[in-house]
């Protein structure tokens, strides 16, 4: 790009998928992404726009002026357009709204009532509904009337003269049935519908469970108020799946890889400090055992494996136990014989390594007693680990605290704090 | 279900849909699995088989003679027939082959001619074609004849008179336009399309970038060999996902919530192996040091909170970088900023923690020259984080090895050591 004509750049960079030039603008430094961005065509600024991550709109929408602003939201679908206000400055939403004709006024303000994170959120508000009494052939010409059809319609939805959602009618039949035949002899009545209250990692699991490519959203008197299709279910999906790998080292999911250094210091700066308070804990209980390490200095040296082992075999089960609470597969008749299996296997990992251990410490420091306390607070710290991986995301779970994001830290701690006192508490009593 | 009578709970689990029949499958312990099981009609065996994960599979399979299973796989799409014929004995996949008539089978052997995880493992065979010189008319009268519609279909591939694609006529095109049409004048030929070959994260990716419900693949000569659909695409981005967070903690993606206890051991014994090598040489580290902690036992309390906050610094860094790696956001024209972008944040960091942590020493020990120490090691150790959070899954990356899998290892065994080495041997430098 830095040796090209800036002409060249330009046509090869509008040549490429909205999607495509949001990943490459993502992909730059805050600078050089200034200069891409005024290289895009303004068509296609707010396609560009809705791609890129929170963060990086932020700081593009700074860049852009009201006309520019206000162009790139001419022609978004409703639900894009109710996400994308929330980035704008409050004097453009008020004349976004006055831009747009009563029916789409009226649709953008059903989403917007609806938390972002919910089904109303999610949906658009672009369906295509017919009367359950006509034939086949009426819905053809409608159709043909109507001239387009919104993206992935894959059902009309049948509803009655006051709104209400009677069922649906695949274009699959309407393609292959027989045209003098009624809506109503088609009619799906058993469709999944989904509540506009529904959370959108719900909306996700059903379209995943269902295959479904869109389904209606109805509020809570049973009218249909808008549909949600599958391109933005897959939108939720991905960022749950992105969300959880990153809350796990505390970053949140919206983290632009070159946000300015200072933001970022502060960002992550906390969840080191609640790091380290939980690494002097870890320390305070090596404190208590001063005198012992005094003593014996090989104990120094050992400690920190029987720690790390601790926390390595906790995260596995964690990783696991996390999982299957997303899958909805942990509940009160399961607990039980979930623990025991992975406190089975926590001793027996215990066991097997505790002994390798033993052996070298044996070897390396040549006193006995050693490799047996060291053995002694493996299995110890590994049998914990393994209760902890179990008990402590279902702990917070029932907190409403994501166990993604606090359960590796408090894990450590207890296997950090379970380790260190079984060794050190072992020693000064057999050792001393 | 052990309180309720049998036919009851019989009734109320074939009610479910079969992916939920599958979710609550994998939730109970294996001996309950096998009762629930027995209780699943048989019509529903083959739609319930697939969308439990493979280990459960294949218990489950082991529990079904051969009339059972031969009865599953009928009706089954050809993509997922491939799939599951991996997992049936062998003798059972020739009476399999046999049971398809002769185009079934021509299908059959095509997707089973690609790797499972690329797009022609992935793709359907039942794909409508029509020809470009038709009208729409013809086209209905095809599709009234022809009955049913598979799922999923948004698009009808026009190919030529020897099946080579020349691109797809929307359905919503069909049903808006005027019957008397002809194909060719609604024909659009940039459509996306898929080569055979393409991995399935490639297709996964473009399908979420372009907002795809389905989309022809092509064998290497141009010739339309089946389609893609969502359905499958969403199955492979939450597979995706899963793997990175279970790969992270060292497990498979098909690890069953109740796996029999010793096999869980073995397959988690090699991590936790690999993990104590990696304690072991940390230890080995701290063993040079041996003298000087001897002089100052305060070292040996204060060393874990060194290495623990290198480890957790740069697994923050780990993971920005293993998802922007993911969307292909780091080349080398951005390595450098990046790197230097990280440093920053880990020395800006490294010294807001150094003087609070440098604080609590001279308090806690009294004396300030183990304060200055620790400061220096910790703001070297989060330097080094950084560094590594960058480097260490670009360099696996090259290796093509998993930096999902492997990265979080070698990243805290460098922070591990680098912390320790810093500390203990400023301390032996300056407080001995």
Do not use: C
């Not at 695949?170 to 058993?190: F, K, M």
């Not at 939720?236 to 790998?245: G, K, T, Y």
């Not at 090989?298 to 996390?322: E, F, K, R």
Request: no cysteine.
């Amino acid at each position: 790009l830095q040796d090209g004509t800036l002409p060249e750049a330009k046509r090869m960079l509008n040549a490429l998928h909205p999607s495509e030039i949001a990943n490459l603008l993502e992909s730059f430094p805050p600078a050089q992404r200034k200069v891409l961005w005024e290289l895009v065509d303004e068509e296609i600024d707010g396609e560009v726009l809705l791609q890129v991550n929170d963060e990086v709109r932020g700081g593009l929408i700074r860049e852009m002026d009201e006309r520019e602003l206000l162009a790139a939201t001419s022609g978004m679908d409703m639900d894009d357009l109710a996400d994308f206000m929330q980035d704008l400055p409050r004097t453009l939403t008020g004349e976004i709204l006055h831009s747009l004709d009563n029916q789409n006024r009226q649709r953008l303000e059903a989403v917007l009532a609806y938390p972002e994170d919910s089904a109303g959120g999610l949906m658009n508000t672009d369906t295509v509904t017919v009367r359950p009494d006509v034939s086949l052939d009426v819905v053809f010409r409608y159709l043909r009337m109507r001239g387009e059809m919104p993206e992935l319609t894959d059902h009309l939805f049948v509803v009655s003269r006051f709104d209400h959602f009677l069922g649906v009618l695949r274009v699959s039949d309407l393609l292959t049935r027989d045209p003098a035949g009624r809506v109503e002899d088609l009619l799906i009545t058993e469709a999944v519908v989904i509540p506009a209250e529904m959370s959108d990692r719900d909306v996700a699991r059903m379209f995943e469970d269902r295959d479904l490519i869109s389904a209606p959203v109805l509020d809570s008197r049973g009218r249909l108020i808008g549909r949600i299709t599958i391109d933005d279910v897959v939108d939720v999906i991905r960022d749950e799946a992105e969300q959880s790998i990153l809350s796990m080292a505390g970053l949140g999911e919206e983290e632009d890889l070159f946000a300015p250094v200072w933001s970022s210091t502060r960002r992550r700066a906390g969840w080191l400090g609640l790091n380290l308070v939980t690494a002097l804990l870890a320390a305070y209980v090596i404190g208590l055992f001063e005198a012992t390490i005094q003593e014996v200095v090989a104990l120094a040296v050992l400690m920190p494996v029987v720690a790390s082992m601790g926390g390595i075999a906790g995260t596995q089960t964690l990783a696991l136990v996390i999982r299957a609470l997303a899958l909805g597969q942990i509940a009160t008749r399961n607990t039980r014989a979930l623990l025991l299996k992975e406190l089975g296997i926590g001793l027996l990992n215990g066991l097997l390594w505790a002994a390798v251990l033993a052996g070298v410490a044996l070897v390396w420091f040549g006193r006995p007693t050693i490799g047996v306390i060291i053995a002694a607070a493996m299995t110890i710290n590994l049998g914990t680990a393994a209760a902890s991986g179990v008990l402590v995301p279902l702990i917070l779970k029932r907190f409403g605290i994501d166990p993604a994001l606090a359960g590796g830290v408090i894990l450590t701690t207890v296997t950090d704090i379970v380790g260190f006192t079984a060794f050190l508490g072992l020693a000064t009593l057999f050792l001393l």
